[in-house]
């Protein structure tokens, strides 16, 4: 999980570097004029494409053929606002393999692009999500876990069935940042000020400033039960 949020931690830096560079050199090419905003706020390698989530819109690169595609809500998208993205993943003969949907997070509920069709779906609260406010989304196999901005909603695709949790043991809350999921476990995750989560971590009253901290929660699948730890 870390390995793979690094590595799009650094690809949105370096994408927004470039930008920034362009911008102050008057020197904007081909490649970054069509790019639908200047804040890139998430990024997916799926195969020969390279997605790049922006504020206004989402950019898809074709590797092979160097030529990007542009997505709006002209095209479907649920809003040009959009925050983040996750490419389908399942199982295959040599591991994790990527499927045939890419689900976006927006500020107003989720969009799935099915590449095969090139056509849309939307989900929002009307359809179950707990907000549409969007944080981040983990898909896998028949579950996509998303976090929202009230919580963690859950969905089923072969049930077609919505859960939503405000809650969970052993955490304060289910206020998450990242989250990402296989078929054995959910690992979620949160920055938390030691100040306001004393119960959790180990509260420093003789420094007495706010010192961020990940609070690891790994949540067993089939177990009935959920399990936290930090580390």
């Not at 052993?170 to 690992?187: E, N």
Request: proline letters at 0%; a positive charge; glycine letters at 6%.
């Amino acid at each position: 999980m870390w390995k793979r949020q690094l590595l799009v931690i650094i690809l949105v830096i370096f994408i927004n570097c470039v930008v920034i560079y362009a911008q102050t050199n008057n020197e904007l090419n081909d490649s970054l004029e069509v790019l639908a905003g200047n804040e890139v706020r998430d990024v997916e390698i799926d195969g020969d494409y390279v997605w790049v989530v922006t504020d206004q819109g989402v950019n898809r690169y074709d590797l092979e053929k160097k030529r990007w595609q542009l997505f709006t809500t002209a095209d479907g998208l649920i809003s040009n606002q959009v925050t983040c993205i996750d490419v389908e993943r399942k199982e295959g003969i040599f591991g994790q393999k990527s499927g045939q949907y890419v689900w976006f997070g927006t500020d107003s509920g989720i969009c799935v692009y099915d590449k095969k069709s090139e056509t849309w779906e939307r989900y929002s609260q009307q359809d179950g999500l707990s907000n549409n406010r969007v944080k981040k989304i983990s898909a896998y196999g028949r579950t996509v876990w998303i976090i929202t901005a009230s919580g963690i909603s859950v969905y089923d695709k072969k049930k077609n069935r919505w859960q939503s949790y405000q809650t969970l043991k052993g955490v304060p809350d289910a206020d998450m940042t990242c989250v990402y999921h296989d078929r054995r476990s959910v690992r979620l995750a949160k920055n938390y000020h030691r100040k306001s989560a004393a119960v959790q971590l180990c509260h420093n009253s003789e420094r007495g400033q706010t010192v961020l901290e990940i609070l690891v929660v790994t949540w067993v699948l089939g177990c009935g039960q959920e399990k936290a730890s930090m580390t």
